[in-house]
């Protein structure tokens, strides 16, 4: 089985691509910008992996893509390579709109032709699947989880760029008969998550006696699923997701970002008690505009037809991940010198 994933240096590609080549044993191609948010230090366990190779390609880049998938042939093609930072879509929309909808668009069509060139065997087993967000589904008030069926109402700039390529998949299933699975997962985290986003940027902070800022009161929602969990339900879609469905992903674990903030503390205060109490370093900072206030997302239908299960519960996960972040400076300290001194990057992201 030959897998090209994009976006493969990024935090949640990383995964698919550790995950692939240690567990399934399958060959992967890793296609990937590598921008601010991309490092090839997250595959290191892989690096001499004969399995794993990796090309520094654009995905709007239709010469460059069209070659790669010529050359190694892929069956499976899980397409994750976006601009992913709330923060950063709302003063700097255009990487998004160009990256997540017209790279969408070229992955697509260059997926197509490559389809279109199989013999039909092929041609039935090939699978595209498009990674996309929770976030796509705009808000939830108190009540309620959003299904696959919920409308689409997004509110960030991301979120809107995510929403669109969503729709282009779709459309290339209906209209060409491509075929494209689409998945639409809550919130990640884990190792290799980049300094910028919420949980890394408190652990980090938290270590380094800066301030917790955190936006508003802290009440907003998010359901939060371990990134390897993720790589794993998007393996499982890719393999046996059918044709032209999209399967919501979750961890059905919602915490509101304040409870998520002093659980970091509290691990901080077991972790480094000389340095305790961690709780004294937050600081709600004015919110973020256009916030959603709750996602949460149903999981059922990848849970009874697939048979998927989050193995991680919030409490090991987290643990894990703050241990992580305390034991691997290495990988972290140079991405964090990547965005100092920017105002963004410094707030607490949704995503
Ligand atoms: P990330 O920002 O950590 O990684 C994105 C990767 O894409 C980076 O390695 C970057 O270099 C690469 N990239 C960006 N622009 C590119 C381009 N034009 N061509 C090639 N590569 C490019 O993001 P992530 O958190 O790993 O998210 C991966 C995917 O999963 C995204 O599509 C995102 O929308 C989706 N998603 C993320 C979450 C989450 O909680 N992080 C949740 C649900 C869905």
């Known amino acids: 089985m030959r897998v090209l994933v994009t976006g493969g240096a990024g935090f949640i590609g990383s995964a698919v691509v550790r995950h692939l080549v240690n567990d399934k044993r399958f060959d992967v191609l890793s296609i990937d910008k590598l921008t601010y948010a991309g490092t090839l230090t997250s595959m290191v366990s892989v690096n001499d992996n004969p399995l794993y190779r990796f090309e520094n390609a654009d995905v709007c880049d239709k010469t460059a893509i069209t070659q790669a998938m010529s050359d190694f042939r892929p069956d499976r093609i899980m397409h994750l390579a976006a601009e ?201 900072v004015e919110d973020r505009p256009g916030h959603d206030a709750r996602y949460a997302i149903d999981a059922t239908k990848l849970e009874q037809e697939l048979c998927w299960k989050a193995v991680e519960n919030f409490d090991t996960g987290i643990e894990k991940t703050v241990k992580w972040y305390l034991e691997n400076e290495w990988w972290w300290s140079p991405l964090r010198q990547r965005y100092k001194g920017e105002r963004l990057g410094l707030l607490p992201s949704g995503a």
């Open 84 to 284: 992913s930072h709330v923060d950063r879509s709302i003063t700097g929309a255009k990487d998004f709109v160009e990256t997540n909808v017209l790279g969408t668009f070229n992955m697509l069509e260059c997926a197509r032709a490559y389809w279109q060139s199989l013999d039909s065997r092929a041609k039935e087993t090939f699978r595209f699947l498009h990674i996309s967000t929770d976030e796509v589904y705009g808000s939830l008030g108190k009540e309620g989880l959003f299904t696959e069926s919920t409308p689409y109402d997004p509110s960030s700039p991301y979120s809107a760029t995510k929403a669109a390529s969503d729709h282009l998949a779709k459309a290339w299933e209906r209209t060409y008969g491509l075929p494209v699975v689409i998945s639409n997962c809550s919130n990640n985290y884990g190792p290799f998550h980049f300094p910028e986003k919420l949980i890394p940027l408190m652990i980090i902070n938290a270590m380094e006696g800066k301030s917790l800022p955190v936006y508003g009161s802290g009440s907003n929602i998010r359901d939060w699923l371990f990134v390897e969990d993720h790589a794993k339900a998007l393996d499982l879609i890719a393999e046996r997701g059918r044709v032209g469905e999209t399967y919501n992903v979750g961890g059905r674990n919602e915490q509101r970002n304040i409870d998520v903030v002093n659980r970091i503390c509290t691990l901080m205060d077991e972790f480094r008690p000389e340095h305790g109490p961690h709780s004294r370093l937050i600081k709600c």
